[in-house]
């Protein structure tokens, strides 16, 4: 548990059940996705379960698992017959899935100590599924922890939320993000800083964004916006409408949040805000002259136009059309 980052009230509370051999019936871990809540699940799993930790009693045992031990190996790769995760199939966690994890509960722990079952997405296990599962979620065996995780907990049954313990998960501080990409991964001060700013305290999703893509992408989001501040070159706005438009619908629509971020930033620097309030800041001189050229009222009016164009990526319009309306009206 030691080596988690943020969430400190919950760190320390779950430490301490397990230092006193003390762990509940069943948790609910409620929080946006990739703040850490399988981290922490697998983290109590392993800190129990440990074939290290188990050679030490009492105050000598951890609050940590080693890692390294066939157990602890085995659990991270979902491999240890007492730590079992359960997702939805498809939309829903089925019936059949919720019978099943039910019935495997009932056994003693096979090889460690503790046995640990994740139930991943859990406002997606509904009403019949959810039923098979209520006796076991309030009473299964002292040797046994449930744990449910979601980031929408409200959308989760009654009769399921009031059969559990809630632990709430926030994103980390940029702080805490920072040093745990520097602790995890071997990449420059200056990515892990960018990383940490872009992924607003979600550790899951510092792994999925290649930086250097981001870096290079971005670029092409900034000359785009320096060829529109200009506003004189309609033959190169045409061809960058034209360029994007064509891209596929993902791609398209993470280039424009890309490019809303940079307006946001933009705006924030025009609104006389320091280098430490914005996202892209190892960009500054750059969103900085921007800022000036643009102006406060006029980004406004910029933001407002992107924001209805990104909303009416849902309705399937032509993006080329729509781009270049855009892009060769920007102030109109
Ligand atoms: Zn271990």
Redesign the pocket.
Same mark, same amino acid.
């Given at each position: 548990m030691s080596s988690l980052i943020g969430n400190e009230r919950n760190k320390q509370i779950l430490k301490r059940l397990i230092a006193r051999d003390r762990l509940g019936a069943s948790y609910l871990f409620a929080g946006p996705d990739g703040v850490g809540k399988r981290l922490f699940a697998l983290a109590m799993a392993?800190a129990v +379960?440990?074939? @290290? +930790?188990r050679e030490n009693t009492g105050n000598q045992r951890g609050d940590q698992? #080693?890692?390294?031990?066939?157990? #602890? @190996?085995r659990i991270d790769a979902g491999s240890h017959p007492d730590v079992q995760t359960v997702a939805p199939d498809g939309v829903y966690i089925r019936i059949a899935q919720a019978r099943a994890l039910a019935e495997e509960i009932q056994y003693r722990p096979r090889e460690g100590r503790h046995r640990f079952f994740i139930i991943d997405q859990a406002e997606r296990l509904r009403d019949e599924a959810a039923n098979a599962l209520l006796k076991t979620l309030e009473e299964p065996p002292p040797t046994t922890t449930l744990i449910l995780l979601s980031a929408r907990p409200d959308a989760l049954l009654p009769t399921i939320r009031s059969r559990v313990q809630r632990l709430n998960f926030a994103p980390l501080t940029v702080a805490e993000m920072q040093r745990y990409l520097e602790n995890n991964y071997s990449r420059p001060a200056t990515d892990t800083a960018l990383l940490a700013r872009l992924t607003e305290g979600r550790i899951g999703q510092a792994t999925a964004i290649d930086i250097s893509d981001y870096r290079r992408e971005r670029r092409g989001m900034i000359e785009l916006l320096e060829l529109l501040a200009t506003g004189n070159d309609r033959f190169r706005l045409l061809k960058a409408a034209e360029y994007y438009g064509k891209q596929e619908r993902d791609a398209f629509e993470k280039k424009l949040d890309m490019l809303l971020r940079l307006l946001r930033d933009i705006f924030l620097i025009a609104a006389g805000r320091s280098k430490d309030d914005i996202i892209n800041n190892d960009e500054y001189d750059r969103l900085a002259a921007l800022a000036s050229r643009i102006g406060a009222a006029r980004l406004t009016g910029w933001i407002e136009k992107f924001d209805v164009l990104r909303a009416n990526l849902a309705i399937n319009i032509n993006r080329p059309i729509a781009l270049e309306a855009l892009l060769l009206n920007i102030d109109g």
């Open positions: 392993k +379960n440990c074939e @290290r +930790n698992g #080693c890692d390294s031990c066939p157990a #602890c @190996r």
